[in-house]
């Protein structure tokens, strides 16, 4: 079955730097673009980030160009979001989702099916 497990959130210091990763299985992940979400507290869950099958294509929100990267290593069906200067309002659960399509669907939670579990990036001194 699809599956997506992320990994790689913990507590930073402003200014700093994470690497997450979201592992996938169960399906063609080389045929398959990837997308990034996060939920801050009593926030709706926001796409932030999303790349296409064959990396030619990548999308970010305003908030965070400049600052993260997302990138693939389809040899080993990982999908990675670097995020650097990290600020208070990156605080939220990541979380990686897909459509199983080739191409970016969209940046609304209700256009993707399967999502991991998330992994928490908390941005405090």
């Known amino acids: 079955q699809v599956q997506l497990v992320e990994s790689g959130g913990g507590l930073v210091p402003p200014g700093g730097s994470l690497r997450l990763s979201c592992t996938a299985s169960g399906f063609s992940f080389d045929n398959t673009a990837i997308a990034w979400f996060r939920q801050a507290p009593g926030k709706e869950r926001e796409g932030v980030s999303c790349?296409?099958?064959?990396?030619?294509?990548?999308y970010y929100i305003n908030s965070i160009k400049g600052r993260f990267t997302i990138s693939r290593d389809n040899a080993n069906d990982k999908v990675y979001l670097q995020m650097n200067s990290l600020n208070a309002e990156d605080t939220a659960v990541y979380y990686c989702a897909t459509a199983l399509r080739p191409l970016c669907t969209g940046r609304f939670r209700e256009e993707y099916d399967y999502w991991g579990q998330g992994t928490q990036v908390t941005v405090s001194s």
């Open positions: 790349i296409t099958r064959d990396s030619l294509t990548t």
